[in-house]
């Protein structure tokens, strides 16, 4: 069993056919869910669902919190980003609520789940029609050995002479782009370093596709204030581009003021 949430629209139309947005944040050290606590809107997965989409974040195996065999799952192999049990997951979700359309489907993610994100428009293409990588960490061999080696293992060459590093680095499968692509980092990211997006665009340039870029030059891993414009960016790029919509122009996101 995999378990996960799914938000919608507060005015549903169960006869229509919505678009899809599956967040998604691989571990293995936690998983996209995070804490089974009550939270009303759980970042801007509600807010996001509110513009007229499914949000779905499914925690697929290798996450924690089940049992040993269940996170061993994809030991040795974080490339696999738990991407088979977040499209079986909407394929079944799908079945049981039509208003799910698998047509239009996107992905967003931070950080790790940037690193899935690039991943999921390289490996499922056909499947994943938008998606926004954030700050990924897209080449293990370019971050921190205390990630990689406890989750990979050391660097071993494979039968093909690639090692099990190279197999895992999204760079490698840039070429397999087809639908729209965001990626963004802060430049002065001390977490996962810029040039591990930089490999991905250097690749993809090198394909000939277009794509989307946002630097922030003064932000690190979370982008600090500026993380209410990547918020917008984000929310802008599903509307236009696996919506097919308008979104207003330069909407600013309003915090409320503490009484």
Known sequence: DLYGLMFTPTDLDESKKYPVVNYIYPGPQGGGVGGRYFSPSRSDHQALAELGFIVVVIDGSCNPGRSKSFHDAC??????????????????????????????????????????TADAMFSYPEFYKVGISESGNHDNRNYEDDWGERYIGLIEETENGKTNYELQANQYNAANLQ???????????????????????????????DFDLIIFPNARH?????????????????VENLMGAEHPKEFKIEMPKRR
């Open 222 to 238: 979370g982008y600090g204030m500026d993380s209410y414009y990547m918020t917008r960016r984000r929310w802008d790029y599903f």
């Open 179 to 209: 639908g729209d692509l965001l990626i963004a980092h802060g430049n002065l990211d001390d977490n996962v370093p810029p040039y591990n997006s930089y490999l991905v665009i250097d690749a993809l340039i090198k394909a000939n596709k």
């Open 75 to 116: 030991y040795g192999n974080m490339g696999d980003n738990t991407l088979e049990d977040q499209i079986s997951g909407l394929k079944q979700l799908a079945e049981k609520h039509p208003y799910m359309d698998l047509d239009r489907v996107g992905v967003w993610g931070h950080s790790g789940g940037g690193f899935a």
